[in-house]
């Protein structure tokens, strides 16, 4: 069985007047929630072959930030250029692509295409992954050229609000 994790970068800094979109930095919370998520990871027992993160700032910081967590080697995150603004056509298409040889995949990426991805593939009805929102998938397929519509059941669950306090 194959595991495809989503993960939508954390909150980002809308305050830097001098960021495009793509160069927004995380903000204090956002740095604070995913390092607070990849501790949860961690607790579910939930680890990575492979993790492909946007190259946006906010994406690629929050991914390194969650490997360091999970004792991932942040030098072995694949930066996707594809994963910025990616639509569900766009994200099933790299995961299509995926080597057979890895059965755990993080995908770090951006709203709205992440909620739309995980409906389409389990038929979730999440609603709207919030920042730094974390939806394990266990897909019923033995290869990632498999995976279309449904293939999937959402197992974990989980977002830096559910942990306030």
Not at 68 to 85: H, M, R, T
Not at 106 to 128: K, M, Q, S
Not at 143 to 156: K, L, N, P, Q
Request: aromatic share 8%; hydrophobic share 40%.
């Amino acid at each position: 069985m194959l595991q495809l994790t989503l993960i939508r970068h954390a909150k980002s800094s809308l305050n830097d007047a001098l960021a495009n979109d793509y160069e927004r930095p995380l903000d204090q919370s956002g740095l604070e929630n995913a390092t607070l998520m990849g501790r949860i990871l961690r607790a579910h027992d939930i680890g990575f072959d492979l993790m492909i993160s946007s190259p946006a700032q906010r994406a690629s910081t929050t991914a390194e930030l969650l490997a360091g967590e999970l004792g991932y080697a942040g030098a072995d995150i694949v930066y996707n250029k594809s994963l910025y603004g990616a639509d569900v056509n766009t994200l099933l298409e790299v995961v299509q692509t995926l080597p057979d040889n890895i059965t755990q995949v993080a995908l770090v990426a951006h709203n709205p295409g992440l909620t739309e991805f995980c409906d389409y593939l389990c038929n979730a009805n999440i609603g709207n992954m919030p920042t730094c929102s974390v939806a394990s998938i266990r897909l019923a397929v033995d290869d990632w050229s498999a995976v279309f519509r449904e293939t999937g059941t959402v197992y974990m669950y989980e977002y830096p609000g559910r942990h306030a306090g």
